[in-house]
Nanobody, 120 residues
Framework: VQLQASGGGLVQAGGSLRLSCAASGSIYSINDMGWYRRAPGKQRELVARITTYSSTNYADSVKGRFTISRDSAKDTVYLQMNSLKPEDTAVYYC???????????????WGQGTLVTVSS
C-alpha cells in the first residue's frame, strides 16, 4: 500500500493550493483519512481529518481557511488551502487508516510529504 501526495509548492500569502493524496495497492477498505504538517523546528501536528462518512475536524489555526474532502471511489483525500499565511509553511503529510484484507486490522499509512512554502 502506498499513499502518494502531490500539490505542494511556493505561493504568496493570501494565495491558495490544493493538495491531493491517492492510496494505491491491495486495499480492502479505508477508514479515516487526514493531513498533518511539520513546520521547521516544530513537531508534527494535525491539520484536518475526515471520516468514512465525511465528518471532519480541523486544527483551530486552519478553520475557515482549509477544507478537507475525499473521493472514496478514487481512494483519494484532498486539502483545499485558501488564505494561506507564512505560518502555514510546512511539509504536509497525508495519512489513512487502511485495512488490507477483511481479516486484518486497520493500520495507519503515511504519504511521503509535500512541501508547502508561503512567502510574505
Amino acid at each position: 500500500v502506498q499513499l502518494q501526495a502531490s500539490g505542494g509548492g511556493l505561493v504568496q500569502a493570501g494565495g491558495s493550493l490544493r493538495l491531493s493524496c491517492a492510496a494505491s495497492g491491495s486495499i480492502y477498505s479505508i477508514n479515516d483519512m487526514g493531513w498533518y504538517r511539520r513546520a521547521p523546528g516544530k513537531q508534527r501536528e494535525l491539520v484536518a481529518r475526515i471520516t468514512t462518512y465525511s465528518s471532519t475536524n480541523y486544527a483551530d489555526s486552519v478553520k475557515g481557511r482549509f477544507t478537507i474532502s475525499r473521493d472514496s471511489a478514487k481512494d483519494t483525500v484532498y486539502l483545499q488551502m485558501n488564505s494561506l499565511k507564512p505560518e502555514d509553511t510546512a511539509v504536509y503529510y497525508c495519512n489513512a487508516d487502511i485495512q488490507i484484507t477483511y481479516y486484518s486490522r486497520r493500520v495507519p499509512y503515511w504519504g511521503q510529504g509535500t512541501l508547502v512554502t508561503v512567502s510574505s
